[in-house]
């Protein structure tokens, strides 16, 4: 079928290959839960992913600023990314049926798609910025994911041959260079609720996007829950709370 087009041997083989996939998902399935310590020097490049219909007039657009500034001031080259601007609207047909093929001349996608493609493999440190609704990150964010983390070898992953190792998951990682990864969001429920539907936005992004990373990618999870109930007092501490996050990224 069409998703072998391009798999190539990645895995480490037999017994020992079985054990090193297990140790790495085990240690995503860990790190996505425990937050990790500071980091005693800033990430040389970043992008941040920004999803809110109403931009910048948006909390989300203020914890982005805050965000932004913090790193920026520690000597972090950013980037940000509108996934609005590069959703698309979701996959059109001619995307979908050139998936595999969009490095190539004349391929689907349109040229900010493809840079945003090489700006995250120049990155090392990718954080995500938007409000969770109905406990899943934005429509237009899940469409970015889908129309920028592209596979190949000047993508973001590879498959890998299903006769691997590695057929648990198939997929060779082409974002190594990203050492850092996050999350900057706002939910309308409390801590609990969100706990009792299983996290599946965090579990997305920490569990499923995160080993195209580098290895040893760390996980910062940064959230603010009842934020329709919030106070102005409680907001303002959130925003600063995401710069001492941003300061330990």
């Not at 090193?20 to 240690?27: P, T």
């Not at 959703?87 to 093929?101: K, P």
């Not at 469409?143 to 997929?171: A, F």
């Amino acid at each position: 079928g069409k998703l072998r087009i391009g798999a190539r041997k990645c895995g480490a083989g037999g017994e020992r290959g079985v054990v090193s996939l297990a140790q790495r998902l085990g240690n995503v399935y860990l790190t996505s839960l425990i937050p990790p310590p500071p980091s005693p020097t800033p990430p040389s490049s970043a992008v941040l992913v920004f999803c809110h219909p109403a931009g910048p007039n948006s909390f989300a657009g203020a914890l982005l600023s805050a965000a932004r500034e913090e790193l920026t001031a520690r000597g972090t080259s950013v980037i940000v990314h509108d996934a609005h601007a590069l959703a698309g609207g979701g996959l059109r047909e001619e995307e979908w049926r050139g998936y595999f093929s969009w490095a190539s001349p004349g391929g689907a996608f349109p040229p900010p798609v493809r840079g945003a493609v090489a700006d995250l493999r120049r990155a090392e440190a990718l954080v995500f910025v938007a409000p969770t609704w109905w406990f899943m990150v934005p429509s237009e964010l899940k469409s970015y994911i889908d129309r920028v983390l592209l596979p190949g070898e000047e993508g973001c992953w590879e498959l890998c041959d299903p006769s691997d190792s590695d057929t648990l998951v198939q997929l060779r990682p082409g974002l190594r260079n990203i050492q850092r990864m996050g999350m900057i969001t706002t939910l309308g429920t409390p801590w609990w609720a969100s706990v009792y539907v299983g996290q599946p936005h965090r579990a997305m992004l920490s569990r499923a996007i995160r080993p195209i990373m580098a290895p040893m990618c760390t996980f910062q999870w940064t959230a603010l829950h009842n934020i329709d109930k919030s106070t102005e007092e409680e907001r303002k501490a959130f925003v600063d709370h995401v710069r001492k996050q941003m300061r330990a990224l």
